[in-house]
């Protein structure tokens, strides 16, 4: 009977590979071991759009692959980022990897840790497929320098791709019904006119969808700063104040949270169940479809401020970033994103989809220009893209993303008080960068 | 187009077994004896089936011990290792898990699901069965109605209870409105249920949230179906005369009920309340499903902790630690169940 | 029939509730647009909307997500009823060592949560180089601990006299496994063939796990295609989910008059 357990134990142990526990080992690879392609054929793009915008990308691929020989590149659809991230960490313990994969800086550093993904540097300086002076300068200068990781040799271990900025979208019906000419511009006004729209109408003025970016976006505007060096910074005083403002909202049910992961907020603005929502500039197009033809009805603004002289907010957004395959693979991928953040398919995208173009010469462009004329609020976006500022960077990051949208779910469900939250994701965070270190 | 060819291949290859039904029976029989006369020409089999065992077990052990036994190798030896830092970590994994208060803070949420569903799901599903087992017609149809969640898939039926639970726009909550009572944020409510129905009089963080609560609904909801069929399965096995003979005999229904229908239906219970705390302790989809993972931990059962420590936080060590945990308490709790509950089980 | 009105009140009020999501799902499958994500206690559609069920299948390819996952789905339940027939029976009817230690170790796989089994498996199908294969979406599910104990209970159900004269009449364990035995254990074997055909119908997480290939997609993940950011339209995904349960119930449908008589009771004893 003995023997048979040993037996089977052996087995079990030599089939699933003993001798590679999990990540670590996989970590102190050399520079040479790469990553088996899933697709030795193909450079695959991991990506999280649907519907219409996967229809637009994948035509940009197609266009891409028919424009020259060798590697075609396939876009496939894998849910959102989250979704992205954990296929990707299941496939680095497989050592199996697509060409490249959307997703956050957050992510980047933590694949880039298990070293899966090449730094761009290189090539960016290629003579022959790289990138010249003046077309680095053609980008927005946040939008490339949250790609360069100090805490991993200040590389660019990922390349901007889909960017968009926070937003604050503004239901001109509510509004108006509660007596209000414009949208606040401070965060005082919000809260005023949260009030007032309540004590005319009844709305519950604000529907909040719990979601670290957005978060990350209104401690900036509430003038703070998320992290120096590898501290968190959450107990100052605008993460508290940011805090005591939704604990506000939410007790006076100025504000109510959707379901995180649902679009709710979006429905709920357009059936004038709310009067603000916070996304991503990127949600133009779809809230634009909610409303048709009542184009006055509705708009997009930069979000409230402490400081409107210095306003601020999030740039986030997807970056993109090539895993170590194959020379070929890591290649057609780099010269896919190229292809991408070129000018003229720039414009295309962020015309086709609701992100940003991420080259400044595109607001000349002619369609853009054409673009900025059809609606007051087309342009809106764009001219916050100066005060846009990203996320941190940090290795770790990710799962302090995680303990940001529990602690504003807390406070807002009554369960902690602001301070006391600040002061306990200070101390969480802090930890989860240093475990991750 | 091949699709279409391969099912013309499944048509024709049934039609014709069907059409030569008895030749085939007769080579079938014709084989299967030269075989087993095979096998008992096996010298070792003069005392026992050990050739006929390997050969019958090799197809199905084959395949459980490498998807199910060697994952448990597996997880047991790399809970030894810090896989983040890529160092031998010895009981170090165990140790952080003792003074993980997200660890406890699973344990307790597994603990109240369990808590709550296996008792209700055993008495709902054992009440129906008993009426339906006394009423006689509809029979077929009510049991039909109650099994149809429990065939569907845990994704969609959650998709449209999330839809119905919506926090500010939901079915529910429109009800709750035209009934006069407080609308509630149901799956987001990470305040205990008890704090709610005192009214603040009991603390939020004291017992389990309501977001939990309808997750237990939705599994006593999804998972009763299939205790009613199998209760309804033993009820019927039960001889009508020793019921009719309680009956004569002057016992009371309740009588009838606690003295001859529970002590025969016993191992039914026993299979019930085993199966049924084994499943509790591994919930995931609805969890999963009803909610977003790792977003709040009044929702987060160990099940769900290890899921994030393995695909989020990329602590595959760790996650294994925990799952080592979670799968010793699975096979304590069921040898328990065993001992204490095997005992009162009543065998013909 | 009055004798039993209180019993049939409960039972209706029960069966209401238990259908109630599946009548408010397929009542807002059919629902315009505007009606679908409504706050109203209305449960009737203005007007019923036929091509909402074109418009889902246009959304995602569910043609071919049902055909992966009815070819994944039947080869597994297929294989299952093969796998624990003869680990039933091998468990209940011969003798050799170890017999107790290895039904042991099979019952303890029962004790392990899937999702920690993910990362060994995923693994294992990528050392084989299954990744984005049939064969990793249908091999690794085509033996489980719960079928084989269910068989094993049912031939252990089995008075002891037919395989005494069966063997007296010269009939080896095969032709008696094959040829009498499973016969009398159809109903259980139909119970182990609804299990399986639903536990791979409507699994997800490891299909997404173990493919990426679009044309490797099955049903369930079908359903998360309308949870983009493109909005949820409520509707479209009632209609999808409606029609991802659809194939389940006709199923249980025609299985029903078997697992009804299941001895699943049977198998229980012991």
Redesign the interface.
Known sequence: MYRKLAGFTLLAVVITGCGVPGGPPDTQGTEGTGFRPVDANAALLWDRQTLETAELIGQIADEFNSSRNGMPVKVEHLGGYTDINRKVSVSIQARTLPAMAVGYESMTSEYARARAVVPLDPYIEDPEIGMSEEDLADFFPGMLQSNIYPQLDGGMYSFPFTKSVLMMYFNKRVLRAAGIESPPKTWDEFLAQCRQIKERTGVSAYAVDIDCSTLDGMIYSMGGELVRDTESLFDQPPTIRLFELLATLAKEDLAYRIQPGTYDDREEFARDRAAFFFRSSSHRPYTAALFGANTDDWGMAMIPQANPEAPVTVLYGGNICVFRTTQEHERTAWEFIKHFTSPEISVRWALGSGYLPIRKSAASHPDMQAFFEQWEFNRAAFDCLPYARPEPNLVGWQEVRTLVERAAAEVMNGLKEPAQAAEALKRQADAAIAAAR | MN?WFGLLGIVIASASILALRQPLVAI??SV??R???R??RQVWCR????A???T??F?????????????????L??S????????FAGPGNYVRAWHDPEFWGGIRVTIYYAIGTIPATLLLSFG?AW??F?????R?F????????Y???????A??????L??????V???ME?LGLPTQ?W?????GVLHLLTNGWIG??VGPSLALCCIIAFDI?HAS?FGV??F???L??IPRELEEAAIVDGARPWQVMTRVVLPLLS??V??LAIVSA?KA??A?NSFYAL??T????DTQNL?IY???Q?????N??Y??TV?VC??VA??GL?LVQWRVLGRWVH?E | MRRHAVAYGLLSAGALLTVFPFVWMVVTAFKPDSEAGAMTLDLWPSAWQWENVTRTFQVAPFALYFYNTFAVAITVTLSVVATSLLAGYAFANLRFAAKNVLFLLVLATMMIPFEVALIPNFLIIRGLGWYNTYAALIIPWCANAFSIFLVRQAFLGLPKDYFDAARIDGCGHLRFLLRVAVPLVKPTLVTVALFAFLGSYNALMWPIIVTSDKDMRVVQYGLTVFWGEGGVRVNLLMCASAIVILPTVAIYFAAQRYFLESSLSAGIKG
Do not use: K
């Open positions: 699709e079938l029989d299967l004896e075989l087993d006369s096998f008992e005392q026992s089936d050990t006929m065992a390997v019958l077990l197809p199905g052990l084959g395949i459980l011990a490498v998807f199910g036994f060697a994952p448990l190798i597996y997880a030896y790399i030894l290792f810090d896989t983040r830092a890529g160092a129906v009426l339906l006394r009423i006689g017609r509809g077929g009510f049991r039909t109605v109650y099994f149809l969640p065939v569907t898939s845990a994704v969609a039926a998709t449209v209870w999330r839809v119905l919506r926090p500010h726009s939901g079915y909550n429109a009800l035209a944020l799956l987001i409510e990470q305040r939020p963080e909801w179906g069929v199998i309804l399965a033993g019927t096995a191992p039914t026993f299979f084994i302790f591994q995931f909610t977003n790792a977003r709040s931990t099940v290890i899921y994030s393995l695909y989020e936080s990329q595959y060590g996650g294994a799952a979670l799968c699975i096979v069921t065998y």
